[in-house]
């Protein structure tokens, strides 16, 4: 079956009991409605939560008021509470603040990535929570479909990939980009798949990106940067790959980082934005092709 004959969730009839969905794209992105993550879940709202979480990777929940423990409680139906590398002395390790501001040294999550994979054990989840929006606008955040970005190669390329490994380095954004100082011993470092599966939805991944990877180990250090300099374009700049969340205050996004990749929109200077960000781990990471 090809790539274009392959069904989106919507022609499935992917449809909930306990809420109801719009679509950003036939196949990455959903609006969630009528749910109030500030109030427990009943058993069945979780489960069409998770089957739409696996329908669509990307879910959007809008007039949202949470406090840290509804958020991290939310976030725990998911996994256990992530703590970032640049994070840990934090009052709350577990609550990233996402705050850019006129004279911020960086802004966090602005290039394509998924969320730590430099970890032993990468967050399978992120859940966002926006609430303050920039005056001007913007903001927004484009998300990348990693199940299409590996239908859309080539057999052969599908089957070249199938089996490297590829290295995660935290120094490329957290000293690279973030001029941060690295803790003793470094930042996290770590080999995943190139082509992992997905636990979930068994479906493959392209599992390397432009944020984290540092090099493919099999291969001569040239081969590595012209294979993931390749990878790296054609997930930024195939649209068809791509949907954007376009952030109102008081909005959670929710997104698996095993099946997207995303990248924040810094069109905004010099206004601010705010929101604070929980990530969950399961047992472990994306397990490679077998
Ligand atoms: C992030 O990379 O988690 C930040 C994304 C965003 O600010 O929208």
């Not at 499935?12 to 969905?21: E, K, L, N, P, Q």
């Not at 696996?54 to 959007?60: F, I, Y």
């Not at 509804?70 to 640049?86: D, N, T, W």
């Not at 493919?216 to 294979?227: C, D, H, T, Y």
Request: proline content about 7%.
């Amino acid at each position: 079956m090809s790539v274009d004959e392959q069904s989106r969730p919507a022609e499935r009839g992917a449809a909930y009991g306990s809420f109801d969905v719009t679509s950003l794209t036939p196949h990455l992105g959903a609006e969630v409605e009528g749910l109030d993550l500030a109030r427990p879940l009943t058993a069945e709202q979780l489960s069409d939560v998770r089957q739409a979480f696996a329908d669509w990777s990307v879910l959007v929940f809008r007039n949202q008021h949470l406090d840290r423990t509804a958020h991290k409680g939310f976030a725990r139906h998911f996994g256990s509470l992530h703590v970032h590398p640049l994070n840990a002395s934090q009052a709350d390790p577990s609550v990233l603040a996402i705050e850019t501001k006129k004279d911020s040294p960086y802004v966090r999550g602005n290039a394509w990535h998924t969320d730590v994979t430099c970890d032993a054990i990468p967050p399978l989840a992120s859940a966002l929570y926006i609430t303050e929006t920039p005056e001007c606008g913007g903001g927004d955040t484009l998300f990348a479909d990693m199940y299409l970005a590996y239908d859309l190669l080539s057999p052969a390329m599908q089957t070249f990939l199938e089996g490297l490994t590829a290295v995660h380095d935290g120094g490329i954004p957290y000293v690279g980009s973030y001029k941060s100082t690295p803790p003793e011993g470094g930042y996290p470092r770590n080999e995943h798949p190139v082509v992992a599966v997905h636990p979930v939805t068994g479906k493959k991944i392209l599992y390397v990106n432009s944020g984290f990877t540092s090099h493919i180990q099999e291969l001569e250090p040239w081969e590595s940067r012209a294979v993931l300099d390749a990878l790296f374009a054609h997930i930024a700049t195939m649209p068809r790959l791509h949907c954007r969340v376009q952030w109102r205050p008081n909005t959670l996004t929710l997104w698996d980082n095993r099946c997207t990749q995303h990248h924040v929109v810094w069109d905004y200077y010099p206004y601010s934005r705010y929101g604070e960000r929980v990530s969950v781990i399961g047992d472990a990471a994306p397990a490679g092709v077998t």
